[in-house]
């Protein structure tokens, strides 16, 4: 059973550009959260995704957004990029009503 | 969510008993105490949760004081493969939706050879 995978591993881009990041949740979760954990810092909720809607999101700006699929993946986008969004981008996947939450390897971005 | 206190570091000796506290003074009383762990350039990991009763699994033991306002995680036989950053987190469970977990900066746990 696979656990929760993210693509890519590292990433690198500059600023102003924009980026996709994706992930696939456990087997038989349905719901995909997205953390933000700049270095030194842990990670800081950025939005969470059920039945393909946000239903929860963080103090995060409108250049953060996310899509979640019928099959339950999901995508967390950011628009013109700046140096401040490098970080470890965490995808989360839990199953409605449980409360144990399963952690990707996270995608490593750096924006230069 | 009720804030958490932990510990920047600790260090323990290979072998022996690590005891990680938590203070979480403001918790209410349908907050679970959550421990997950950071092993370097990893996600976190799950470890145990508890509400009121002492909780222990494969993993680890969580003990909550009587009066909830603290616990401490006890990994009993810590190995070099613990070391790693331990987070104490406060939520509702079982809220109908997963809500969101609060990381605060969490212990670092170095396990000495």
């Known amino acids: 059973d696979a656990g929760v995978t993210q693509s890519p591993t590292h990433l690198i881009k500059t600023r102003g550009q924009q980026v996709t990041l994706r992930c696939s949740p456990k087997?038989?979760?349905?719901?995909v959260s997205w953390y933000q954990q700049a270095l030194g810092q842990g990670p800081q909720f950025i939005f969470q995704y059920y039945e393909e809607e946000e239903r929860q999101r963080g103090n995060f700006p409108d250049r953060f957004s996310g899509h979640q699929f019928p099959n339950y993946s999901s995508e967390l986008n950011v628009n013109a990029l700046l140096l401040g969004d490098s970080a470890l981008y965490l995808c989360a996947s839990t199953r409605q009503g449980n409360t144990e939450a399963f952690f990707g390897q996270g995608t490593r971005l750096t924006v230069v | 969510d009720a804030k958490t206190t932990q510990p920047t570091s600790m260090d323990c000796a290979e072998g022996r008993a690590a005891n990680l506290p938590c203070n979480h003074s403001?918790?209410?009383?349908?907050?679970?105490v959550y421990w997950y762990r950071q092993i370097h350039s990893q996600g976190p990991q799950y470890i145990i949760h508890g509400l009121k009763n002492n909780e222990t699994n494969e993993m680890a033991s969580l003990i909550i004081t009587e009066d909830r306002k603290s616990s401490t995680l006890i990994l009993p036989h810590a190995t070099l493969r613990d070391t790693a950053v331990y987070y104490c987190?406060?939520?509702?469970?079982?809220?109908?939706?997963?809500?969101?977990?609060?990381f605060g900066s969490g212990t670092q746990l170095t396990v000495l050879p």
């Open positions: 087997s038989g979760h349905d719901t």
């Open positions: 403001t918790i209410s009383g349908n907050e679970y």
């Open positions: 987190i406060v939520r509702v469970a079982n809220s109908g939706s997963a809500r969101q977990l609060t």
